[in-house]
């Protein structure tokens, strides 16, 4: 093949010189001859055989290429809408890159403050992207508009970012203001990404429902946010994870925050009044004296303004001068020799939370006797469920957003269950008819089946088994409780948990180190039916050893004496291991014996109800979600001992 190619004048990089003797008279037969010396038919051969074996003699190679294309697209202002134009009147704004360029996710990473009333169109075509206003858009008066593009426009290459902000202003100058801040979930103290704050004109509590916002931003992944360009004057601050991108609280289904303070944007001038072009326009605070340290804007700090459960917050603050709890961010302008005196304005923090849910009754189930089950719509504790005297037992169970009513009744009739809810009350029929088949069908059995490897059991913490029924009593004489390998029966003690009625705990002096067969002979248990287990249930487990645990001493200092609080301990799923409530002192100190090897963390809520649980916050009434306080423990280990000091420090 390649002598051929040589012949035919293709020439392979890799071609060997060919051997003359393949040229020797007489190799090649001779055919009729032109007047050239070449024959027309070899002519038509060679010129088939040359396009045929040029694509066969070339070098197949892999494509190289220069060093990867990291740069984004650059902007070709030349053939762009200026960009921090005033006066600005309503037109298509170009962009032309000097690439072609696509877009992606326009709709959630394209901002625009203010919002406009109606969505934009944005094209791209080559390398121009067209942001195009709608027809019945009007723009506001003075006011200075910010596009940002986020990660929007990318090369179509390598998806190279690049970065644009317009910024226009209908108005003779553009502001140059700006707030920053962080925004972080209430509960867990985690960032929140794609938060919107909003800055309002309007200082009316009813605007963040009403009202699109004058400014706003987006928060990152790591929670942070910066509205740029924002003009001096009052604003109400508001944060919201907002559902349907309508920039307006919808109610408790949405995430919000705000902080305490009504935020005061103003522009003040060095002593010397003198701004030369060199100057440097920066962010920072200057709180007049009068007002406290505490209103930099920590929304957490204190209590909130009292005000009376149920009544309305005054709607509107327009017109009135700026209450004591106002924030004052100043923008001031520094010569460049004066740079770095004055420190930047401190970030607004914002915890983000959930309005409670309204309580109310989803479903019932009232069609199987001995157990009627309420789903609200939320987790009911501060639901009250009463009901009709007829002589019934009843045992009332909460499982997350359920009431279980278990119930009794000594005759088969029909009753009422009386749910309230503030001052709303549902009423539940129970009806009759259902007894005589229930009870002759239902069998009392253990709620789960026994583990396929026995479990190891704390040395002094009783053994529990769950039945499928709240318990009435238990007879001792048919519990049996055999010890070690050899099987010696041993006499342990048991009772009815007052927190859980279906759950019997077994307790004895276990033994560390010993394996143990618990045997509920049939007779053991009986339920609020009358119904006893009728076959023996058997379990088998290994008490284990001090070595095997660890031990956590736990100190939390700086409380408040006047404050209760609630301390919970955390495994590393972040199940409930312990918790505490603990009022009226300074320090509170537990030492924890044989928990098993885990990373535990402490949450430290400060309960200012006093409730015993974690109260979100509420807007119209100007409460804050109770702080948290969140510390990851060393490591404990199998037996080792932990010494944790949590100070109360709430940010």
Not at 274 to 285: E, F, I, M, N, Q
Request: charged share 25%.
């Amino acid at each position: 093949m390649k002598h051929l190619c040589w012949l035919l004048g293709i020439y392979p990089f890799d071609l060997p010189a060919l051997n003359p003797l393949d040229l020797q008279p007489g190799k090649f037969s001779q055919p009729h001859l032109s007047p050239l010396g070449v024959s027309a038919v070899s002519i038509t051969v060679l010129a088939i055989l040359w396009l045929a074996l040029f694509f066969g003699c070339a070098q197949i190679v892999q494509p190289t290429g220069g060093p990867e294309d990291l740069t984004p697209p650059q902007l070709d202002s030349l053939h762009s809408t200026p960009n921090f134009q005033t006066h600005f009147k309503k037109q298509d704004i170009v962009l032309a890159f000097d690439e072609w360029v696509e877009l992606k996710d326009v709709f959630t990473q394209v901002v625009i403050s203010p919002p406009l009333e109606f969505r934009p169109a944005i094209s791209r075509k080559k390398k121009t992207i067209v942001l195009k206003f709608d027809e019945k858009e009007v723009l506001r008066d003075s006011a200075t508009y910010v596009i940002n593009y986020g990660e929007a426009i990318r090369d179509i290459t390598k998806g190279n970012v690049a970065p644009m902000v317009f910024v226009f202003s209908t108005g003779s100058y553009i502001d140059s203001l700006s707030v920053s801040g962080n925004i972080v979930d209430a509960y867990t103290g985690k960032p929140v990404e794609n938060v919107l704050f909003m800055l309002y004109e309007n200082l009316a509590d009813s605007v963040v429902r009403k009202d699109r916002p004058f400014y706003f931003a987006k928060t990152d992944k790591t929670g942070n946010f910066k509205v740029n360009n924002v003009k001096s004057g009052t604003f109400k601050a508001f944060a919201l994870l907002d559902k349907n991108l309508n920039y307006r609280y919808d109610g408790e289904a949405e995430q919000i925050g705000f902080p305490d303070s009504m935020l005061v944007l103003q522009t003040v001038k060095t002593a010397s009044n003198a701004v030369g072009p060199d100057s440097l326009a920066t962010d920072s605070t200057a709180l007049p004296p009068q007002f406290p340290d505490s209103l930099l804007l920590d929304s957490t700090n204190g209590n909130p303004p009292p005000q009376t459960p149920g009544k309305e917050v005054a709607d509107s603050l327009e017109g009135q001068p700026s209450p004591p709890d106002t924030l004052f961010l100043d923008s001031l302008k520094l010569d460049t020799a004066a740079k770095g005196k004055t420190p930047p304005a401190p970030p607004i923090k914002i915890r983000l939370f959930q309005e409670l849910k309204r309580l109310y009754l989803r479903d019932k189930a009232t069609g199987a006797y001995g157990r009627v089950n309420l789903g609200f719509s939320r987790e009911p504790f501060d639901a009250a469920v009463t009901f009709d005297n007829v002589g019934q037992t009843v045992v009332l169970e909460q499982e997350n957003d359920s009431i279980w009513v278990w119930y009794q009744t000594p005759t088969d009739t029909a009753w009422n269950i009386y749910v309230k809810r503030d001052t709303s009350v549902d009423t539940v029929l129970v009806k009759s008819g259902l007894r005589a088949g229930f009870l002759s069908s239902a069998k009392l059995v253990a709620a789960e089946k026994a583990p396929p490897k026995p479990p190891v059991q704390q040395p002094f913490s009783p053994y529990p088994i769950v039945f499928s029924h709240p318990l009435e009593s238990y007879n001792i004489e048919n519990i049996q409780l055999l010890e070690d390998t050899a099987k010696v029966l041993v006499r342990p003690t048991a009772s009815v948990d007052t927190s859980l009625d279906r759950r019997l705990q077994v307790d004895f002096a276990w033994k560390q180190g010993k394996p143990y067969t618990l045997q509920l002979l049939p007779g053991s248990v009986t339920d609020i039916f009358g119904l006893t287990n009728t076959d023996t249930i058997t379990r088998s487990f290994t008490v284990g050893q001090e070595k095997d645990f660890g031990t956590l001493t736990l100190k939390v200092t700086g409380l408040n004496a006047a404050t209760s609080y609630i301390i919970r301990i955390l495994n590393k799923s972040e199940a409930l291991y312990q918790q505490y409530r603990v009022d009226g002192v300074a320090d509170f100190q537990e030492t924890i014996p044989y928990m098993r090897p885990d990373t535990y963390s402490v949450e430290l809520i400060e309960d200012l109800d006093s409730n015993g649980r974690w109260t979100t916050g509420n807007y119209d009434l100007r409460r804050q979600p109770e702080r948290i306080q969140r510390k990851e423990l060393e490591e404990l280990r199998a037996n080792w001992e932990v010494e944790a000091t949590v100070e109360a420090r709430f940010e």
